[in-house]
């Protein structure tokens, strides 16, 4: 089955920063990437996301790149604000099916 | 945007008792629902995943008897923890998509049990 991971586990960056997350996973066929940002106590809230046929994909200050050789993806954020400050997870599946998150990476943007 | 709709959003009951949590798709029709579970500091693990109209798929590990859901509509799904004990207690999630590819996430139900 799918394995995704996750680096890195924990990110402080300076308010203004940018901060990149990154993600591998093993299944090959997996075609559809999404990032998810929690806050303390609220459901994953979708950021952004990326398809295998697509390379790159920006949204504002939001970025996620995609490495299908590689198998893996990057959420990358810019000029970082404190309210940027939550948990990222990555996901990996097919179609939709089987969703497999990463272990999440805690960001704290500093003032 | 697609929204789903979890309720309660935290809830604390007595080790043996029954809770029910719901999940509903508020501008679509979901035939399929998921339900994760979320412990302190952990990812989202799938627990099963609801079918509208059928019994759900229970991922391994996961007790059916002890966590019975429901999807009798295709805008509700529920998930009903039988005898409750501490252990049972957790961030529980749902999710659901009306193209069957971006999910949206309701906004979890945290569970206490004492």
């Known amino acids: 089955g799918e394995n995704v991971e996750q680096h890195p586990s924990t990110l402080s960056v300076q308010e203004g920063d940018s901060a990149v997350i990154k993600c591998t996973y093993s299944?090959?066929?997996?075609?559809?990437f999404p990032w998810y940002k929690q806050e303390l106590g609220k459901g994953p809230q979708l950021i952004i996301d990326?398809?295998?046929?697509?390379g790159e994909k920006k949204d504002q200050r939001i970025a996620v790149t995609l490495n299908k050789t590689a198998k893996h993806f990057s959420l990358h954020i810019t000029e970082t604000q404190p309210e940027d400050s939550a948990v990222y997870f990555c996901?990996?599946?097919?179609?939709?099916?089987?969703?497999?998150f990463g272990p999440g990476t805690r960001l704290s943007v500093l003032p | 945007g697609a929204v789903v709709s979890q309720h309660p959003s935290w809830v604390i009951c007595k080790s043996g008792t029954s809770v029910k949590i719901e999940c509903r798709s508020l501008?679509?029709?979901?035939?399929?629902m998921f339900w994760y579970r979320q412990f302190p500091k952990q990812s989202l693990m799938l627990m099963a995943t609801?079918?509208?109209?059928?019994?759900?798929?229970?991922e391994q590990g996961v007790e059916k008897d002890k966590f019975l859901i429901n999807h009798a509509s295709l805008t509700l799904s529920t998930l009903t923890v039988t005898s409750a004990h501490p252990e049972d207690s957790s961030f529980y999630i749902c999710?659901?998509?009306?193209?069957?590819?971006?999910?949206?996430f309701g906004s979890g139900t945290r569970l206490t049990v004492v």
């Open positions: 609801s079918n509208e109209g059928s019994k759900a798929t229970y």
């Open positions: 999710s659901a998509s009306p193209t069957g590819v971006d999910y949206t």
């Open positions: 996901a990996a599946t097919l179609y939709g099916q089987n969703f497999v």
């Open positions: 501008d679509f029709q979901a035939t399929t």
């Open positions: 990326i398809r295998s046929n697509v």
């Open positions: 299944d090959s066929a997996s075609n559809y």
